[in-house]
Nanobody, 115 residues
């Protein structure tokens, strides 16, 4: 089982930037990703990166504004979020992917964007 600990959420204004971090430990991972869930909505995919860091994937709603990256030495994945919008408000979750499923999840970190 992979342990995932997110950090970096907070309250910002529209147009601001924020960087989320996810520290991973234990288990086997082929990808790490970010998902988010807004009140009353289903959890949705935001971005993912392969363990090698060579491939990244983005949701259409975040492409061009969000950047996922990783630090191999720290086993940490980052989500740099720029030009934030009120509709980006959600709880952001880090997840690990192995053998075709997102198998482990962090506890989530709240991101609130005020207009």
């Amino acid at each position: 089982q992979v342990q995932l600990v997110e950090s970096g959420g907070g309250l910002v204004q529209a147009g601001d930037s924020l960087r989320l971090s996810c520290a991973a430990s234990g288990g086997t991972v082929s990808r790490l990703g970010w998902f988010r869930q807004a009140p009353g909505k289903e959890r949705e995919f935001v971005a993912a990166i392969t363990w090698s860091g060579l491939n990244t994937y983005y949701a259409d709603s975040t492409k061009g504004r969000f950047t996922i990256s990783r630090d191999n030495a720290k086993n940490t994945v980052y989500l740099q979020m720029n030009s934030l919008k009120p509709e980006d408000t959600a709880v952001y979750y880090c997840a690990s992917y192995y053998r075709s499923i997102w198998s482990d999840w962090g506890q989530g970190t709240q991101v609130t964007v005020s207009s």
